[in-house]
């Protein structure tokens, strides 16, 4: 399991005080209010950043760092991680997961069948939905819901997965127009 979560990746400025805008990675942005330090992985390689300053705007989180006090030395972080230790991480519910400890996962139909990788996790709104790789560079997208998520088996890191009737074939219309 990986001993880092992502809680959130920088986009750009805001203003000229040295403050990042971040779209968060995690169920609850106020959690940011109680954090003290991240942990960046941007350019630069990775550091660990003290917060000196927590706002909201819209669905983003607009973070200071103490030590980062213009736009210029701000604009270093653009396209940065942000990440906790898992000690630090949000409990999780019954049945919830990181994302981090999803990512990579041997995905198999309930009937037995390879589909590949979990390579990542998209977020829209109503549900995740798995995109999971084949070894042939298929996609996959599976909605993170009841009916098509059996079971995990982190310690076996594997998934399995029902593939409800048309799910393939909205599948490979969509790969289809993307090809042409």
Partial sequence: MEELIQIGAVTG????RGEVKAFPTTDDPARYKELKKVIVTSKKGQEILEIAGVKFFKQMVILKFRGIDDMDAAQAYKGAKLYVERGQAVPLEAD???YADLIGL???SDTGEPLGIVSDILQTGANDVYVIRSESGLELLVPAIKDCVKEVRLERKEIILHLLPGLREINARKQEKQGN
Avoid: M, N, Q
């Fill in 96 to 98: 919830e997961y990181y």
């Fill in 106 to 108: 041997s995905a198999a």
């Fill in 13 to 16: 400025t805001h203003g000229v």
